[in-house]
């Protein structure tokens, strides 16, 4: 407690957000949440006043009627108040975006910093984005978004959106970023699992816009990877589909390309494309200026896109435990990129030990360079070793993901002499990531070795230690 201080001199001790005031103080600071209140006095003295503390809501101005797009300005950006920082508590902010009569708002959430806290399991109750096809609080509710689950990309059916933001008075969260533009074709596909989305042509299945490009990010939930089924392409030919075309790469814009330009579902592939990262990227172009070819055909293109019911990658913060392959027993799936992230806890490190699973059957290091195909029921399972007998595809950093990428980094491999790693710390990250298309495909290639023949499944166990 504070000690007797005479009444000129402020006495004041913050410990860890608490403040203790006593003698004569006036005193102004703003909170956020709530505020407990604790008046001690002891049996000494009787003859002072007490206290009297005024408490007083600061609203933060968040909100804004006149948010306006046009062919000008086509695209701006609206973040919940102190975006990237914890958004204030008790926030309730809205914004009408308006666009040109007669065009649409075109509204994309960011998916990978978009966070909401929210306590209830099945409805968006404590912070949350709410957003309405129309120009006020009154217009059709479109949907309440809370925790890690943007929305996809969101079109008005007339040329405004209304979009409010709340808060309750306890814990925080980053809030969201997103853009409104004036709408044109592609945006966000936010995946759920379990459920399949269309990503169609504009105008599916009639005919598509002549000059015209749109682009798609697909997103399927963390540690998944996305699918996507070709159930129709009928579009303009062209030799090599150079003029219109779908194309679909991995990941993003620059990513490895998974489709190449295709035009017509005889060149699809029948069982479908996978994304190697939790992402992929749809393109679609239409450079010819005719569209004749459509008539009595669904014209464009239609792709399903969903995410994989298996995973691989996540938090692991459990005493023991087993990771293999994603796929595995039934299948290994080629080309994947997976992190893990180990969470010890202070004073703990995690033991890793790599190995493989089925040791029978495993050419030594070097043989596979011989490329003797494999026999029947082999399941495709080979040792993949480079010239060090080290396990190429995982690599494990001491740390936090982030120091993959800095200097700080020394990456380490399973290798025929050390199968086991200890973290230096109570953090580690452990990333998988196929390295056939990066070392082999070349040389693969001329011996028409596939690339599934090239994997052997193992395991990885690890254990809390002190
Ligand atoms: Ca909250």
């Known amino acids: 407690m504070c000690e007797e201080l005479p009444s000129a001199i402020i006495g004041t001790t913050i410990i860890g957000g608490k403040a203790k005031r006593c003698g004569q103080i006036s005193y102004e600071k703003t909170l956020s949440g709530r505020l407990y209140a604790y008046f001690y006095t002891d049996n000494s003295e009787k003859n002072r006043k007490?206290?009297?503390l005024t408490l007083e809501e600061v609203v933060v101005d968040c909100s804004s009627t006149s948010l306006w797009v046009d062919e000008k300005n086509p695209k701006k950006y609206l973040t919940s108040p102190e975006f990237p920082h914890m958004s204030p508590n008790s926030l309730n902010c809205y914004w009408v975006i308006h666009t040109i009569p007669g065009h649409r708002v075109k509204f994309?959430?960011?998916?990978?910093?978009?966070?909401?806290?929210?306590s209830d399991e099945d409805e968006c109750v404590d912070d949350y984005l709410e957003i309405r096809d129309g120009p006020s609080e009154a217009s059709p509710l479109i949907g309440k978004y809370c925790n890690a689950d943007p929305p996809s990309t969101i079109f008005s059916s007339d040329s405004s959106l209304f979009v409010r933001f709340?808060?309750?008075m306890y814990a925080q969260s980053m809030g969201f970023n997103a853009t409104y533009e004036v709408a044109s074709c592609g945006g966000s596909v936010v995946l759920k699992q379990g459920h399949t989305s269309s990503v169609t042509s504009p105008n599916y299945p009639s005919a598509y816009p002549s000059q015209t490009t749109c682009e798609w990010n697909v997103h399927a939930p963390r540690g998944h990877f996305v699918e996507a089924e070709v159930d129709q392409i009928w579009m303009n030919y062209s030799e090599n589909c150079t003029m219109d075309y779908l194309m679909l790469r991995d990941e993003n814009s620059t990513g490895e390309i998974l489709m190449p330009p295709t035009c017509s579902k005889l060149y699809?592939?029948?069982?479908?494309?996978q994304s190697w990262h939790d992402s992929m990227f749809v393109e679609f172009h239409s450079n010819s200026s005719t569209t004749g070819h459509c008539t009595n055909r669904k014209c464009g293109f239609d792709l399903k896109m969903s995410s994989t019911p298996y995973e691989c990658g996540g938090e692991i913060n459990d005493d023991e435990g087993t990771i293999i392959l994603p796929g595995y027993p039934e299948r290994i799936i080629p080309h994947?990129?997976?992190?893990?992230i180990f969470k010890a806890g202070m004073g703990h490190r995690y033991a890793l030990t790599f190995s493989f699973i089925n040791q029978t059957n495993v050419p030594s290091p070097l043989t596979f360079f011989t490329a003797i195909p494999p026999k029947k029921n082999f399941q495709g399972f080979y040792l993949k070793s480079f010239s060090d007998h080290c396990y190429p595809d995982l690599e494990i950093f001491n740390g936090p993901p982030m120091v993959k990428d800095s200097l700080l980094a020394t990456e380490k491999r399973f290798c025929q002499n050390r199968t086991s790693f200890i973290s230096m710390s109570d953090l580690a990250t452990l990333t998988y990531q196929d390295q056939i298309r990066y070392s082999l495909t070349g040389f693969m290639r001329q011996r028409s070795i596939l690339d599934d023949?090239?994997?052997?499944?193992?395991?990885?166990?690890y254990r809390k230690v002190c």
């Open 453 to 461: 023949r090239l994997s052997k499944p193992w395991k990885i166990t």
């Open 336 to 340: 994947l990129s997976c992190e893990w």
């Open 268 to 273: 699809a592939n029948v069982d479908g494309y």
């Open 50 to 52: 007490g206290f009297k």
């Open 108 to 118: 994309t959430v960011d998916h990978k910093t978009f966070l909401t806290q929210n």
């Open 166 to 168: 709340i808060t309750d």
